[in-house]
């Protein structure tokens, strides 16, 4: 229709193949939603495996969040921080933010906003070294980050990220960022004993923080559960080993938990799980579960203390830093949650099971891991059961492939090399995720003679 055509002649969709736009006629026009499902223009309507893109928590068509965007903004739409002003939702939220995060780490203290996740991870990209320099070490600059981690766009966020074909575009990583070995324990430590996965992975940080010198590095920052890596849940013992390491030299830790705060993995924030104690939280997406733009970064007392020491200044923000609509929303989101029990179904009713139904797809032929956390998942695509050999020749093809069939049996969900992510909605229901499963089972059997032809 007329849509696809200016979308065609005008529009560049964000973190898409502009040939493939042109070869598919345009973009597929998502025009209405409501609960767990989207419509697209042409009226077909598809189960929202990905929660928009692992943000909409609470779900679409929430009219109290409409309404409190409407009177805020009757009310006051705009006004700024940087003139020693505030106004009340950021102060607000920012408290409510505070309660959440001290409930596993009272050393967490304040909050700094921002629009997107990834100017999360650059605010505290400057705000790490800012810190180390008025400490008297201003040597300590580097981050240690994962290889196929995703931590945003911008230049400071697709460098902390480790994904190769992010960096081959706006030639990057920018200096003082290192990569170490992600805890993909399907992909890269098949069949070997979880726990001592778990210590080889973390090792490899301890040996980067030894090779660059310890006195040189300022952080490491990694996703609870790697999001767009392909959903990577590491194994139980890894985050405390990582904890540990960074303690032992003094280093900071940093929780990005864009997608695994307000309640994917059944917390408040992804690192709950774990029970390790990071120092800074970045937090997006489900915060405002994306009705409107909206990051944070948590900080702890003794970070915001240092600044104080030393002159108090922080010459960094945004224009949009507290926005007063967008902190209203985010907190009446919150209230959502709380009021609907949502973190709490996620842990002990909607995520397990999830991971019950889900686990019986590895019954299925194509199948090699089926994996979850609260609501969270992936399923591995494989050539032969039991293994984790991919299809030789079409290596990295079969999510798409599988992820065209799912949307075309009305479900939608990200092929993510050869494997399919899900991360729907927290209100979704055991009987749509049956429907989820089934979905995923269907495609799967379409896609088997495709595959191995
Ligand atoms: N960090 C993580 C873990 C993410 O998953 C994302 C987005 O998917 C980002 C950062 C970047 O957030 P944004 O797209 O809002 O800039």
């Excluded at 040597?139 to 931590?151: L, P």
């Excluded at 019986?360 to 591995?380: C, Q």
């Amino acid at each position: 229709g007329e849509l696809r055509r200016l979308d065609l002649a005008h529009h560049l969709p964000a973190q898409s193949d502009y040939k493939l736009q042109r070869e598919l006629g345009g973009s597929r026009i998502i025009t209405r939603a409501e609960g767990c499902t989207i419509t697209d223009a042409e009226g077909k309507s598809l189960l929202d495996g990905m929660a928009g893109l692992w943000c909409v928590n609470v779900g679409y068509g929430r009219d109290e969040l409409a309404r409190v965007a409407y009177e805020q903004m009757l009310e006051l739409p705009y006004y700024n921080t940087f003139f020693k002003t505030a106004t009340p939702p950021p102060v607000r939220l920012a408290a409510k933010i505070a309660e959440k995060m001290q409930a596993s780490n009272p050393a967490l203290t304040h909050v700094f906003f921002n629009s997107s996740g990834s100017e999360a991870n650059d605010t505290i990209f400057r705000l790490v070294r800012h810190y180390w320099a008025l400490k008297g070490q201003p040597k300590r600059k580097i981050f240690i980050s994962r290889k196929n981690a995703y931590h945003g766009s911008t230049v400071a966020g697709a460098s902390l990220g480790g994904m190769t074909f992010m960096h081959e575009q706006g030639d990057l990583p920018i200096p003082g960022v290192e990569h170490v070995l992600q805890p993909y324990q399907f992909g890269e430590g098949f069949g070997e004993d979880p726990d001592a996965f778990a210590t080889r992975v973390a090792n490899s940080i301890e040996e980067r923080i030894l090779g660059v010198g310890a006195e040189n590095v300022a952080a490491f920052i990694g996703e609870p559960v790697q999001g767009a890596g392909g959903v990577i849940i590491p194994p139980d013992s890894y985050w405390p080993k990582v904890e540990a390491i960074c303690r032992k030299y003094g280093i900071l830790l940093i929780c990005d938990e864009v997608i695994c705060g307000f309640g994917r993995l059944g917390h408040w924030f992804g690192h709950q799980h774990w029970g390790i104690k990071p120092d800074l939280i970045a937090m997006a997406k489900g915060l405002s579960s994306g009705y409107l733009p909206i990051s944070a970064v948590g900080v702890s007392s003794e970070i915001v203390n240092t600044l104080v020491e030393h002159g108090g200044d922080f010459v960094h923000g945004y224009t949009y830093s507290g926005h007063p609509t967008c902190c209203a929303v985010a907190l009446a989101n919150i209230e959502i949650m709380e009021n609907e029990d949502l973190i709490e179904r996620t842990r002990t009713v909607t995520g397990p099971y999830l991971a019950k139904v889900l686990k019986r797809l590895e019954n299925h032929p194509l199948v090699g891991e089926a994996r979850s956390i609260g609501l969270i998942g992936a399923v591995e695509i494989v050539s032969e059961p039991g293994t984790n050999k991919r299809f030789t020749g079409k290596e990295g093809t079969a999510g798409p492939i599988v992820r065209d069939l799912c949307i075309k049996n009305g479900l939608m969900v990200r092929g993510i090399r050869d494997s399919l992510v899900m991360c729907p909605p927290l209100i979704i229901t055991e009987a749509e995720i049956d429907r989820l499963v089934d979905i995923l089972h269907q495609s799967l059997n379409e896609a088997e003679p495709v595959l191995r032809a």
